[in-house]
């Protein structure tokens, strides 16, 4: 997604963190999901539970709301680590 007047916000969504571990940015919701701003993403750490073992997929969700109309787009990705 790409903002290209300047008339966009961008927020992104982080789903499937498991309990007990954490982001190393973004704001923990409490049910698995993480709020970050695009700014948060540089040098973004999965931070895993001292029993964590394995591998984990996240889903990061990307959403564009044009603050002008209202119309939103988002772009979803599986990340595994």
Known sequence: LTDTDGSENLAI????VPEGSALSAGVDNGDGTWSLQPGEL???EFIPS???NGDVTLTVNATST???TGTTATATQDVTI
């Open 13 to 16: 969504l982080i789903e499937d």
């Open 42 to 44: 540089e040098g973004l």
């Open 50 to 52: 001292a029993d964590f």
């Open 66 to 68: 044009d603050v002008d």
